[in-house]
Nanobody
């Protein structure tokens, strides 16, 4: 069982930056692949970024490639999402998710993840 708690959301102007953190409970954090998803009002939850259990592989949605960076610190049981050059269309609730690092399921689909945080709001003003 893994419990995830996101933090770092807030209000920022377009062009600004935020860093989201997701703290995980449990001693097996390093065995989990981690992902970030987001959901804007009236829209479906969508993939943002993911990182393998070792941190050696990362995956990004095309809409955030080059602006967002996912990373993890297994010693701190934490995964991060550095968001730069934010746009109003990035406004959403951002969720952290975890799945077994050995799973062959896609990194890109929400159904592949077993554990979810409660979400943190990111609002980007024009």
């Amino acid at each position: 069982q893994v419990q995830l708690v996101e933090s770092g959301g807030g209000l920022v102007q377009a062009g600004g930056s935020l860093r989201l953190s997701c703290a995980a409970s449990g001693r097996t954090f390093s065995s989990y692949a981690m992902g970030w998803f987001r959901q804007a009002p009236g829209k479906e939850r969508e993939f943002v970024a993911a990182i393998s259990w070792s941190g050696g592989r990362t995956y990004y949605a095309e809409s955030v490639e080059g602006r967002f960076t996912i990373s993890r610190d297994n010693a701190k049981n934490t995964v991060y999402l550095q968001m730069n050059s934010l746009k109003p269309e990035d406004t959403a609730v951002f969720y952290c998710a975890a799945r077994s690092g050995l799973s062959s399921r896609s990194y890109y689909t929400s159904s592949a993840y077993d554990y979810w945080g409660q979400g943190t709001q990111v609002t980007v003003s024009a």
